[in-house]
Nanobody, 121 residues
Framework: QVQLVESGGGLVQPGGSLRLSCAAS????????MGWYRQAPGKERELVAT???????NYVDSVKGRFTISRDNAKNTVYLQMNSLKPEDTAVYYC???????????????WGQGTQVTVSS
């Protein structure tokens, strides 16, 4: 069994910062790409940022220069540092990871439960 547990969401004023964390646990052999997605009310889920096991990052244009994704491979954890937050960043943020379990031979996508980020004055 594999789990992704997110933390760090909350309410913040425009211009503020938040740091999201997502820790993977369970019978893990290795983790490939990890990433963050978000879904605002009435909208489809969208990719925010990804990071490969080697540290190559990718961002959606709307967060470039404001958000930074990073990971700690020893802790199976991915982070999203969010600065200069805007009301349009309000959404439920989901962690995603491509994980190979110890008892399986291929990588499968796993999702966290989601954490609410609200940017409002």
């Amino acid at each position: 069994q594999v789990q992704l547990v997110e933390s760090g969401g909350g309410l913040v004023q425009p211009g503020g910062s938040l740091r999201l964390s997502c820790a993977a646990s369970g019978s893990i052999f290795s983790i490939n790409t990890m990433g963050w997605y978000r879904q605002a009310p009435g909208k489809e889920r969208e990719l925010v940022a990804t990071i490969t096991s080697g540290g190559i990052t990718n961002y959606v244009d709307s967060v470039k220069g404001r958000f930074t994704i990073s990971r700690d491979n020893a802790k199976n954890t991915v982070y999203l540092q969010m600065n200069s937050l805007k009301p349009e960043d309000t959404a439920v943020y989901y962690c995603n990871a491509e994980i190979r379990r110890r008892d399986y031979f291929i990588y499968m996508p796993y999702w966290g439960q989601g954490t609410q980020v609200t940017v409002s004055s």
